[in-house]
């Protein structure tokens, strides 16, 4: 009976071997970089995390088929290095010593990646599942491009003081084409004296210089 | 490295020469064209010439400012739009190209330029480029809408306000990681370098661009000043002052360079740490920076076959490489500083502060170049009378606009290089060689000495007299031989294409009608000079002729 006993524990456990090895079918490898995610605030990677690690795929996997038939003893790990990254399978409890097809597991990983990531507090570049590749998020985008707004912003300016200088250009042209204009008219109706080009009645005659050396001394002038 | 060469030419060439256009202009009093006519009248073709070389500068220099614009309006978005990678269509990576080479040189080279992968490859325009050229061009009209004297008001900010923003940088860039490796390397001279020929050449032509001799933009500034402006002292501050604020740039230049080119060796060794922890399953913190060597020898030993199946991917990371990455090139400028500033904090800051300064000075270089086409077109009575200065600016930054419009296209870029490299070099040599040798030996030296003691009270010393004479002409010489040396050596013109496909750049020759294009452009300018004086002697011998049969 014991023999029985033993000789069922050791096929199962080669068989479970032979299950989860590298490179196996259905297998898939897994590398977690603690360190480079959380610095200072890592954490062990000892039997509790690999614990959690079943846990969670088992998880995904109830979700996924939404038959509960998972369980946690269904996924094997092996090969843990001190990378560390470890191969997994997921057995199948229905069917004898199978494996879980690898695409449902990859679909399952998938829909579920940010549960297992966040329950590691680790990314998904910092757990990466080898052969499943993480859909990206797109950045956002506004509706109108950013640089539009501002190049619109500029241009409004720029055209702007192009148009109010040379609108100021053109009215300074008027002005003084009109101002000489109605000089020339003036000059022509009123026969002005000028000293200079300037009209004598401009000049203040009393505020004029009176030049010193002929009105200071009149006895200097012979008496008529 | 580069100093020795710089400073050299900047006492053998750069003063002497600024100082002889300067007293030209001013005692001319007129534009390039009309100021060496009068020196002699078969000189007329120098003035012609350089405006026929501001005319090509200002054709494609504006597309600088176009790329500055471009650059400048992006930098408002968080994350900047060049520090992470475009995703691919189905969502699961990023973009090939992108993946090949970097984020940055990807935003350059396909999100700004959307080069093809040679020159043949027209393509067609770029909207966005097309709108930032004639944004640029508006600009441009703008400052240069009322003439000289409101140019100069324009100037007084053009010109200071990259001194705030060098003064900021220098600040952060001096407080970067590893800043210093950039600033030893720029200051350790290179006896190899310095025996290059070519490190002298483009210090030279380094110091022509950044005076502005040989435009004739510098004559025609000066012709707008007062007789009795003391251009001697205005000569030596000039060039004083341009050289210190190039050494001040060039510090900030290379901290910046430094920090990046660290950042990068040590992204590359994190990078291969990453490859060899993953590839042989060793634990987290095993390998670091400092025992990677030992650590490669050992797995070398230990796992001879895996290693050698890993050894294609290993790069070899050196922070010299980095550093000697070639530091030239419009485009290099662009994505060298871009990729500097997407890994500092707070880079939108960063990023607008950069583009700005560098929009400041692109215009404020446009406005001497579009300067030195308007002042001789204002100067001839023909057109000045008939149209104002407003229409005259208009049509000439119309036309200018128009032109530009090919570097906007596809291979827009590679037509810029063209005009980079050929349209100024050459021709500027030529001109300021002529310049010299007609003050010197045609107008007379000593004709020239008294004309500057009636503007200036004061002869020129012998120092300038010889430099005058002897050192700059001998030294433009020397440069011509050198030059056309080096293009009889290396036979045929080639030119840097992007290869999308590699992401990186290839070598590629020119295709025949470029090289007729690069010819058309070094003759055009050159053979001004002596067609204006046969067209001269001609008119003279036709005026002699008809006053003999007259009389």
């Known amino acids: 009976m014991l023999r029985a006993l033993l000789l069922i524990l050791s096929v199962v456990a080669i068989a479970h071997a032979e299950l989860c090895k590298p490179d196996a079918q259905n297998a898939f490898k897994v590398r977690i970089s603690i360190k480079t995610a959380l610095g200072d605030n890592a954490y062990a990677w000892d039997a509790n995390e690999e614990y959690l690690f079943k846990a969670m795929v088992a998880f995904a996997m109830r979700r996924y088929s939404s ?7 269904n996924v094997l790990l092996c090969n843990v290095t001190d990378r560390v990254s470890f191969w997994f399978v997921v057995t199948d409890s229905s069917k004898n010593v199978t494996t879980v097809p690898g695409s449902e597991v990859e679909a399952a990983i998938r829909m579920n990646r940010n549960r297992i990531n966040n329950a590691f507090l680790l990314s998904d570049k910092t757990l990466q599942f080898l052969k499943i590749t993480s859909t990206l998020s797109p950045p956002v985008e506004p509706s109108t491009p950013v640089w539009l707004i501002v190049f619109g912003v500029v241009l409004c300016l720029i055209v702007a003081g192009i148009v109010f200088l040379i609108v100021s250009g053109i009215q300074k042209h008027k002005k003084k084409n009109k101002e000489s204009t109605e000089r020339e008219n003036l000059e022509e109706k009123v026969e002005v004296t000028l000293e200079n080009g300037i009209p004598c009645e401009a000049l203040d005659l009393k505020a004029g210089h009176i030049n010193g050396v002929f009105a200071a001394d009149d006895d200097r002038f012979t008496s008529l | 490295g580069f100093l020795i060469p710089y ?13 002889l256009e300067l007293a030209v202009g001013q005692r001319m009093r007129q534009g390039s064209i009309g100021a060496w006519k009068i020196i002699s009248p078969y000189l007329c073709g120098v003035g012609v010439a350089s405006v026929v070389v501001s005319f090509f500068l200002s054709m494609y220099y504006n597309v600088i400012n176009a790329w500055a614009f471009w650059y400048l309006f992006h930098s408002f978005q968080d994350p900047l739009p060049w520090a992470t990678c475009p995703l691919n269509s189905n969502r699961t990576g990023y973009e090939e190209e992108c993946e090949k080479t970097s984020s940055t040189q990807y935003f350059w080279y396909r999100q700004t330029l959307n080069i093809s992968p040679s020159l043949e490859a027209s393509g067609s325009v770029q909207w966005e480029q097309a709108l930032c050229l004639t944004l640029a061009w508006l600009v441009v009209y703008l400052c240069i809408l009322r003439g000289t004297a409101s140019t100069g008001k324009v100037v007084y900010v053009t010109a200071s306000l990259p001194y705030c923003v060098l003064i900021i940088y220098l600040i952060r860039g001096l407080t970067l990681h590893g800043a210093v490796n950039g600033l030893v390397y720029m200051f350790t001279p290179k006896l190899e370098q310095l025996l290059n020929p070519k490190a002298w050449i483009s210090a030279a032509t380094q110091i022509f661009f950044s005076l502005g001799l040989g435009f004739g933009s510098l004559i025609a500034f000066a012709s707008y000043n007062e007789p009795s402006n003391n ?49 042989f399953d060793l634990e987290e913190g095993s390998l670091t920076a400092d025992n990677l060597n030992e650590m490669k020898d050992y797995l070398m030993a230990t796992y001879p076959q895996e290693y050698a199946q890993l050894a294609p991917q290993i790069k070899n990371c050196s922070l010299e490489a980095e550093l000697d990455t070639a530091v030239q090139g419009t485009g290099l400028a662009f994505i060298v500083y871009s990729e500097a500033i997407k890994n500092m904090e707070v880079p939108q800051l960063y990023s607008v502060l950069y583009f700005f300064m560098l929009l400041m000075l692109g215009i404020g270089s446009m406005l001497g ?18 149209f104002p200065k407003e229409v005259i600016s208009g049509v000439v930054c119309f036309v200018n606009c128009i032109i530009g419009l090919i570097f906007t296209m596809e291979a827009g870029n590679y037509w810029f290089d063209i005009f980079n490299d050929y349209a100024a070099t050459l021709s500027l040599l030529l001109i300021v060689l002529v310049e010299t040798i007609a003050v010197c030996y045609i107008y007379g030296i000593r004709r020239f000495e008294k004309d500057l003691y009636t503007m200036i009270g004061r002869k020129p010393n012998w120092y300038w007299k010889i430099m005058w004479a002897f050192v700059s002409p001998l030294l433009i010489i020397s440069l011509f031989i050198f030059y056309i040396t080096d293009y009889i050596l290396t036979g045929t013109l080639q030119y840097q294409a992007w290869d999308a496909t590699q992401g990186q750049l290839v070598t590629k020759d020119y295709p025949g009608y470029a090289l007729a294009v690069i010819g058309l452009l070094v003759a055009s300018s050159t053979m001004c000079i002596p067609l204006g004086a046969l067209v001269t002697f001609v008119r003279k011998r036709l005026k002699r002729e008809r006053v003999a049969t007259v009389a």
């Open chain 2, 369 to 386: 170049n579009t300067a030195a086409i308007l002042t001789p077109l204002t100067d001839s009575r023909a057109i000045a009378s008939r």
């Open chain 1, 67 to 73: 038959k509960s038939t998972t369980q946690i003893s």
């Open chain 2, 7 to 19: 400073l050299i030419m900047l006492i053998a060439e750069g003063m002497p020469l600024l100082y």
């Open chain 2, 231 to 279: 251009c001697q002292r205005h000569a030596i501050i000039v060039s004083l002052i341009n050289s210190t604020t190039s050494i001040f740039a060039s510090i900030v230049t290379f901290s910046i360079y430094g920090f990046k080119a660290t950042f990068n060796y040590e992204s590359c060794i994190n990078k291969v740490i990453l490859l060899l922890l993953n590839a």
